[in-house]
């Protein structure tokens, strides 16, 4: 086994072994499906807790799984392990680490680690397959990502950790896996339009990242026969929002003070996306307003475990990942875990933390089958497909916020309790 960066070398330490063993023994307790059997191959890369949730190991999924070349022997991880992203880069990591330890030693590849924020992405690639990568991992944000695919050259398997802008060139070998907004935006999109509220209202904080998550949002509503009949950007670090509410909901415009009697009648939601000190704000205003029966949608951005601060999001529904939706008793448990061990690096990175696992997982399948993901694959960040430019894409759990916690929501078109 070689876990190293270029230079210095890489020491696992007490706790990522003992994550390596506690993944272990939650596969062996999540799902009500019993001990996990030894394995081999490609399915070491089974998470724990997530078998009982795959459904797609009968025959048609293996028949899907023809090899055209052997496991990764070296696996580059390009990540930020200093500067300013550096906690995102170690969330990551640390995952990916985790479920390399979940492996049986005698299939693990050799993992070499490159900080791309003390080198940049172009010599770190080119750095990694000359010293015998025959797979890549990495970088993270999109600029990187861009760098990267002007120099990757095919000679290794690569999964990016972020998307490349619409139509751009994608070299040979080449994946993307991104924990999208823009792609949650337009999920809820389709929600809306499914639960029959296809006309609403989005309230979105100012900046790159509500510009874009807005635009995914309309453009998908749009494209769904529904219509964003009003909208409004607030500024970043806005406490009070009465005053805003009343000029987004209001039937008589701006300026009217009184929701509950002169509330618009086109408004059938309310797409709240943000961070959570924001929705935390938001909702408990529309109750105030005695608008709290208004449907409310958000990103998944809006929620992080706390039960305690979370009632305030009551009602707030939203596309989650399964390793932080706590629908599965054996993930939510592992996740219980592991916060206990890392309290300082997973309690706001959990979702990067899980997309490091389904990296690790990802990116054996992708360099060794044929037609890789062609049966989905149950992942800690969703249920994982291949589109045909080799974009990762996931199928999201859909939660509403109960009681603090969020809690599986039913069909599109069912009632929405707890509003």
């Known amino acids: 086994m070689q876990l190293n960066e270029p230079s210095t070398p890489f020491k696992p330490g007490r706790r990522l072994a003992a994550l390596g063993l506690a993944l272990l023994l939650g596969a062996c307790q999540a799902g009500g499906t019993g001990a996990m059997q030894p394995r081999s191959g490609a399915a070491d890369r089974q998470p724990a807790g997530v078998a009982a949730r795959s459904g797609a190991d009968g025959p048609s999924g293996q028949?899907?799984?023809?090899?055209?070349?052997?496991?990764?022997?070296?696996i580059a991880l390009l990540l930020p392990l200093s500067g300013r992203a550096q906690q995102a880069g170690i969330a990551v990591r640390d995952g990916f680490l985790s479920a390399y330890y979940q492996a049986s030693p005698g299939v693990r590849p050799r993992i070499r680690l490159y900080d791309v924020a003390a080198r940049d992405v172009a010599s770190a690639y080119l750095a990694a397959v000359t010293e015998g990568a025959d797979a890549v991992v990495g970088p993270l944000t999109r600029e990187e990502v861009a760098a990267l695919a002007r120099v990757a050259d095919g000679r290794a398997t690569t999964l990016a950790l972020n998307f490349l802008a619409e139509g751009a060139v994608t070299p040979q070998r080449f994946y993307q896996f991104a924990l999208s907004p823009e792609d949650e935006a337009r999920e809820v999109a389709r929600r809306v339009i499914a639960d029959g509220r296809p006309r609403g209202v989005a309230l979105v904080p100012e900046g790159e990242w509500g510009q874009r998550v807005l635009a995914a949002f309309s453009a998908e509503l749009v494209a769904g026969g529904g219509a964003l009949v009003d909208k409004h950007v607030y500024p970043t670090g806005t406490a009070d929002f009465e005053q805003i509410l009343v000029d987004l909901l209001g039937q008589g415009g701006p300026g009217k003070a009184d929701l509950a009697a002169a509330r618009r009648v086109d408004a059938q939601f309310i797409?709240?996306?943000?961070?959570?000190?924001?929705?935390?704000?938001?909702?408990?205003?529309l109750k105030f307003q005695r608008i709290g029966d208004l449907p409310a949608y958000a990103t998944s951005e809006v929620y992080e475990p706390s039960p305690a601060a979370n009632a305030d999001l009551n009602g707030v529904m939203f596309p989650e990942m399964p390793w932080m939706?706590?629908?599965?008793?054996?993930?939510?448990?592992?996740?219980?875990?592991?916060?206990?061990?890392?309290?300082?690096?997973?309690?706001?990175?959990?979702?990067?933390?899980?997309?490091?696992?389904?990296?690790?997982?990802?990116?054996?399948?992708?360099?060794?089958?044929?037609?890789?993901?062609?049966?989905?694959?149950?992942?800690?960040?969703?249920?994982?497909?291949?589109?045909?430019?080799?974009?990762?894409?996931?199928?999201?759990?859909?939660?509403?916020?109960?009681?603090?916690?969020?809690?599986?929501?039913?069909?599109?078109?069912?009632?929405?309790?707890?509003?």
């Open 63 to 74: 028949a899907a799984r023809v090899q055209v070349r052997g496991e990764p022997q070296q």
């Open 271 to 285: 797409f709240m996306p943000g961070q959570p000190v924001q929705g935390r704000l938001v909702r408990p205003q």
């Open 325 to 419: 939706s706590g629908i599965d008793p054996g993930l939510a448990s592992l996740r219980e875990q592991i916060e206990r061990l890392w309290p300082d690096r997973t309690s706001r990175r959990g979702r990067l933390y899980a997309m490091g696992v389904d990296a690790y997982r990802l990116i054996g399948d992708l360099h060794s089958l044929r037609n890789p993901l062609a049966t989905p694959m149950a992942g800690m960040t969703g249920r994982l497909s291949v589109d045909k430019g080799r974009r990762i894409r996931r199928d999201l759990d859909w939660v509403q916020v109960r009681s603090g916690q969020p809690r599986l929501l039913g069909a599109p078109g069912a009632p929405a309790a707890g509003q």
